[in-house]
């Protein structure tokens, strides 16, 4: 089963443009939202996480939107960069599940054109 | 301070065999998890270990199993592989938190 649902698989957007990636989660349980950016042959890194508590966080040009009631969440890039050319996974996790794990999404491969 | 490492870099199995994939983690870091990403797909859960024990599991069957050492590292040990174990392991540390930080990861392909 799915937990996480993650849309656009990929995405083309010019420099300057704003990236927008969506997640859909189903376990109410989830209480900790983080977004990774992973590069080729690298290791997922850590963008920025929300909790349910607040609707919007930003950090410089990544801004995480959460809807509780829809049980979704979004991640935006503005003044997208060539150099953001990368996979993104959206998470989620709970206190109360196995070991705080994170259940990812698919992923979505963005590609920023110069 | 040092981020998570992981050892080696790659890897190359014949069905049957076991390996060995070790991490260290983050400085400061006392919980490790390990994660298996097939190609094209997002990272999925194996199983954590906070102070030296089992502290959940995904759905892996036991011949993926693992040990966390006094000094925070850890090791991945699967035995009886088979062609899907083919995948990049990523192993993450994190300090009794959400936040998770994730190594290079260790890229496994068995033949």
Known sequence: ?114 | ETGVTQSPTHLIKTRGQQVTLRCSSQSGHNTVSWYQQALGQGPQFIFQYYREEENGRGNFPPRFSGLQFPNYSSELNVNALELDDSALYLCASSFTGNEQFFGPGTRLTVL
């Open chain 1, 1 to 114: 089963q799915q937990q996480v649902k993650q849309s656009p698989q990929s995405l083309i957007v010019q420099k300057g443009g704003i990236s927008i990636i969506n997640c859909a989660y189903e376990n109410t349980a989830f209480d900790y939202f983080p977004w990774y950016q992973q590069f080729p042959g690298k290791g997922p890194a850590l963008l920025i996480a929300i909790r349910p508590d607040v609707s919007e966080k930003k950090e410089g040009r990544f801004t995480i939107s959460f809807n509780k009631s829809a049980k979704q969440f979004s991640l935006h890039i503005m003044d997208s960069q060539p150099g953001d050319s990368a996979t993104y996974f959206c998470a989620a996790s709970g206190l109360h599940n196995a070991g705080n794990m994170l259940t990812f999404g698919g992923g979505t491969r963005l590609m920023v054109k110069p």
